[in-house]
C-alpha cells in the first residue's frame, strides 16, 4: 500500500530548486526586487512583558489571506522556549476548518517547513501565498484536521534562527500545536501527528524524540517526514561539492556560528567571507528569491569556501552528531517519503535511517517516489502522507514497510 507513490495533487514549494532555477540567473533585474517588509515586523516584534506565559499561548493573532474555502487562517504569534530556558517568541499559521468541531475537538497536524534561509525575512508567514506551500493542506481540512504551521525562531522573530537544531525546531513544532489548541477558532484537541519536508523532517523527528518530555498532554499520533536531513555530516559531505551543498553548507555554518557563538576565522576562507556573509543573507522562498540566490552564490561555486573539512573538526563534528535524529521512542510509527533521485537528500541516507528505526522496532512505512527529485518527495508524498496520518488518528494498526 505505500510502496510507491502517484502525483498528488497538493501544492508543494520545495527546500531548493537551484539546479531548476539556474537559469532564472540570467533574469532581468526587476525579478531581483525584494518587497519592503519592515513595517510588517511590528506583528513579530515583542517585549518582556508580552513573553510572560506559559509555552503555547497565543500573544496575538490575526486573519491570514488565502485558506481554500470552507477554512479560515490566522497569523499567530505564541510563547515557546528558548535554548536555555529562556521565553521566546515564534510565529506561524494556524489554519482551521469552519463549522462546529468534534467531540473532544479536531485533530491537529503540526506542518515543519523546508529550508527557506536563515534571515528573519524569510519566515513562510510573511508571504501572503505561504499556504500554497504546505503539501497536503487542502486534504488535511477536508478531512477535519487543523494544521499548525511554525515558522521556527528566528524567523519573523528576532534572534538567531537556529537552522537544524534538532530540539529548538521540535520546541517550536510542540508549542505550534500547543497555540492551535489556544486558539478559540480553532476547537483543537490533544491529539496531533507532525508532517515535514527536508529541514521541516529533520523537525517532525526530533519533534518525535521530545514530545513526551516537553509536551506530556499532546497525544502524539505518528510522524510522517518526507526526505528529512538525518545524518548531518554525511549530508553534507556528499552535498558541498554543487551549488545546493554551498548554499545549505553557507546556512548552517553562518546559524551555527552565531547560535553556538563559535568564530568562523578557521573555517571560512577569508577571500570568500564577504560572499558567504551574503549568501546567508537570502531566502529561498519565491522564485525570485531563488534567482537572486542563484546569482549571489556562483563565486562560492566557482571558487569554494572551506578551509578546512568541517565533518570531522570540532566543534563543527559534535554540532552534526547532536543534531542528527536518533531513533524515536517506542510506540511511536514513521511514515517516509523519498524520491529515488533526490540529490539534496540521498537516497542512500534515508534508507540507512529507515534501518536504524525498523532494528528498534518502530513501525516504518514507505513511500518511494520512482525518479523523483528533493521536491517530489513533498508533492508526490502529501496524499500518502495525510492518508497515513488519518489512519494513525483512527486508531488503525501501523503498516510497516521494514
Known amino acids: 500500500m505505500y510502496a510507491s507513490s502517484n502525483r498528488s495533487t497538493a501544492e508543494t514549494r520545495g527546500l531548493f530548486s537551484l539546479r531548476s532555477a539556474a537559469a532564472a540567473a540570467g533574469m532581468t533585474a526587476v525579478l531581483f526586487a525584494t518587497p519592503a517588509l519592515a513595517n510588517q515586523y511590528a506583528f513579530y516584534d515583542v517585549s518582556a512583558a508580552e513573553l510572560r506565559g506559559r509555552p503555547g499561548t497565543i500573544i496575538r493573532a490575526e486573519a491570514f489571506p488565502g485558506a481554500p474555502a470552507g477554512a479560515a487562517a490566522y497569523k499567530v504569534l505564541y510563547r515557546s522556549t528558548g535554548p536555555k530556558g529562556e521565553p521566546i517568541a515564534v510565529s506561524g499559521l494556524i489554519i482551521a476548518p469552519e463549522g462546529p468541531a468534534p467531540a473532544g475537538g479536531r485533530r491537529v497536524v503540526a506542518w515543519a517547513h523546508g529550508t527557506t534561509g536563515v534571515a528573519r525575512k524569510c519566515a513562510p508567514s510573511l508571504f501572503p501565498q505561504s499556504l500554497t506551500w504546505i503539501p497536503g493542506l ?26 537544524l537544531v534538532g530540539e529548538s525546531e521540535a520546541r517550536a513544532v510542540l508549542d505550534s500545536v500547543r497555540a492551535a489548541r489556544n486558539l478559540d477558532a480553532a476547537d483543537a ?9 527536508s529541514q521541516g523532517g529533520h523537525a517532525a523527528l526530533f519533534t518525535g524524540i521530545l514530545a513526551r518530555r516537553y509536551a506530556p498532554e499532546l497525544r502524539l499520533a ?14 553534507f559531505r556528499a ?9 545549505l553548507g553557507a546556512f548552517a555554518l553562518w546559524s551555527w556560528s552565531k547560535f553556538y557563538k563559535i568564530p568562523l576565522d578557521n573555517v571560512v576562507l577569508e577571500r570568500a567571507m564577504l560572499v558567504f556573509e551574503r549568501v546567508a543573507g537570502f531566502c529561498n522562498d519565491t522564485p525570485r528569491q531563488v534567482a537572486r540566490l542563484v546569482f549571489a552564490e556562483q563565486p ?12 570531522s573538526v570540532q566543534p563543527w563534528k ?38 536504524a ?6 513501525p516504518v512505512a514507505f513511500v518511494a517516489v520512482p525518479g523523483g527529485d528533493h521536491d517530489a518527495s513533498a508533492e508526490y508524498g502529501a496524499g500518502p502522507a495525510v492518508a497515513w496520518i488519518a489512519d494513525r488518528f483512527a486508531g488503525a494498526p ?3 514497510n521494514c
Not at 140 to 161: E, K, N, Q, S
Not at 189 to 197: L, N, P
Not at 229 to 234: K, P
Not at 357 to 362: A, E, R
Open 138 to 163: 487542502a486534504d488535511m481540512l477536508a478531512r477535519g484536521f487543523v494544521v499548525a504551521a511554525t515558522d521556527y525562531p528566528g524567523l519573523g522573530t528576532t534572534g538567531v534562527h537556529p537552522y
Open 189 to 197: 484537541g490533544e491529539h496531533f501527528a507532525v508532517w515535514g519536508h
Open 222 to 235: 505518528g510522524v510522517a517526514a518526507a526526505a528529512p536531513a538525518t545524518e548531518l555530516g554525511e549530508l
Open 239 to 247: 552535498e558541498i561539492g554543487g551549488p545546493i551543498g554551498k548554499v
Open 300 to 311: 562560492l561555486e566557482r571558487e569554494g569556501f572551506l578551509a578546512v573539512d568541517v565533518t
Open 318 to 355: 559534535r554540532i552534526m552528531d547532536e543534531n542528527t535524529p536518533g531513533v524515536l521512542p517506542a510506540g511511536v510509527p514513521v511514515f517516509l517519503a523519498q524520491g529515488t533521485a533526490d540529490s539534496v537528500v540521498r537516497p542512500a541516507v534515508t534508507a540507512e535511517y529507515m534501518r
Open 357 to 362: 528505526l525498523c532494528g528498534k522496532g518502530t
Open 398 to 400: 501501523s503498516p510497516d
